[in-house]
């Protein structure tokens, strides 16, 4: 799910000898010579007399490099559900310890992730993240708390985002920092070395298209806040980190090698090419947080790109908001766009009947997009099937 092989990336990236710059390319996409056909269907995941946890949309939840397996990790049971989706269906659970020498303490769980070189599983918390083997047995942990009690340290002025991504040989962690509170304005990449123990902060200036486009929610003289940040897509190469963001039709690829940002931006004939940002960023009540948040919601929205490596290219879809919104049924149509394996753009089309929006988890599994969807509290995935001539 997170692992895109930017070969073009990584050799271009490794090639370049000027230290913390950004290079530029920008391509539009055309709108014709290549001709799309495509299918839409729903597969059940069966669970027999069992049941899947679905209260986090399998946002703890992690696929194995071959695209067979799917984990996913129940924090109320402690337990993670092994899912065969060739078969289509709940094979095992591994219990985790939630109390003892080799627990888990009980906390907020961001992620359950697979380091598959390593044989390991990673989960983050607020605070730490626990390494187990495949048996689910306690390796190691790490605090992030930044204080007596952490192995380490890291300047006061920032905090760790403990939502990143570990490497698949399990080596290193990597997400963005922001500086502390009230507002947590990204500031750039960290780069987390499990077993030296040290951090790597490289200061980053694209990560504004997504500061520029938070709602933030606080009530005066009340503890109760909210925010509605813009989505932030992180997949890894080597030593390289590719991002994208929600609010704009561009790509980041970042080696920490070499300290170089490599910028690709694409002009869609479709949609356009970045949010506006016409709804207030700092609101007071929940009515105006409520209200933010619908006009954001018209605005259009990237969503990450993925890897097909069935046929060696790249898909994205786009959200755009078209028609009359309201709350029952607000009205988006939805684009996909196909790259080449170098992120060349080959076309965008619009899909209909049904539209498809990745929604949850989202994958390519051989060729095909899959995006999660509750039914009756049973899992089942929607399939995005395509055929490029």
Not at 100 to 105: A, L, M, R
Not at 196 to 213: C, E, G, T, Y
């Amino acid at each position: 799910m997170r692992r895109l092989l930017f070969f073009c990336f990584l050799l271009f990236l490794l090639g370049c000898n000027d230290p913390s710059s950004t290079l530029e390319n920008t391509a539009k996409i055309p709108s014709n010579g290549f001709e799309l056909t495509y299918s839409i269907d729903t597969v059940k995941i069966d669970a027999g007399e069992d049941f899947v946890y679905l209260n986090s949309q399998l946002q703890i939840s992690d696929i194995s490099l071959d695209r067979k397996t799917l984990y996913n990790f129940n924090p109320v049971s402690y337990e993670i559900e092994v899912i065969d989706l060739d078969q289509a269906m709940l094979v095992k659970k591994i219990a985790l310890e939630k109390e003892g020498p080799n627990s888990i303490p009980n906390s907020y769980f961001y992620r359950l992730q697979l380091a598959e070189e390593a044989q390991e599983f990673l989960l983050h918390t607020t605070s730490h993240i626990y390494r187990t083997d495949m048996q689910g047995n306690l390796i190691s942990s790490y605090s992030f708390m930044n204080d007596s009690k952490s192995d380490f340290r890291y300047p006061d002025e920032n905090i760790i985002n403990l939502q990143g991504y570990d490497s698949e040989d399990g080596k290193y962690f990597y997400s963005y920092y922001t500086d502390t509170l009230p507002d947590r304005t990204r500031k750039g990449i960290v780069r987390f070395n499990f077993d030296q123990k040290r951090m790597d902060f490289s200061p980053q200036d694209f990560l504004q298209w997504a500061n520029d486009f938070d709602i933030y929610y606080s009530e005066p003289e009340s503890s109760r806040k909210g925010e509605y940040p813009e989505m932030s897509g992180i997949t890894l190469f080597g030593d390289s980190v590719v991002f994208s963001i929600s609010s704009v039709n561009k790509v980041w690829v970042y080696n920490f090698e070499t300290d170089l940002t490599q910028e690709y931006s694409f002009e869609s004939q479709l949609t356009d090419n970045e949010k506006e940002g016409n709804y207030p960023k700092r609101v007071k009540t929940l009515e105006e947080f409520r209200e933010a948040a619908k006009l954001k919601g018209k605005e259009v929205h990237f969503f990450s790109v993925k890897y097909d490596s069935e046929n060696n290219r790249y898909l994205r879809i786009t959200k755009k908001f078209d028609g009359t919104y309201s709350d029952e049924n607000p009205n988006f149509i939805s684009i996909l766009t196909v790259f080449d394996k170098n992120l060349n753009p080959l076309l965008e089309q619009r899909l209909s009947d049904p539209e498809f929006f990745p929604n949850g988890m989202s994958f390519i599994k051989d060729g095909t997009y899959y995006s999660y969807l509750n039914i009756d509290d049973e899992m089942a995935f929607v399939r995005l099937k395509l055929t490029l001539k």
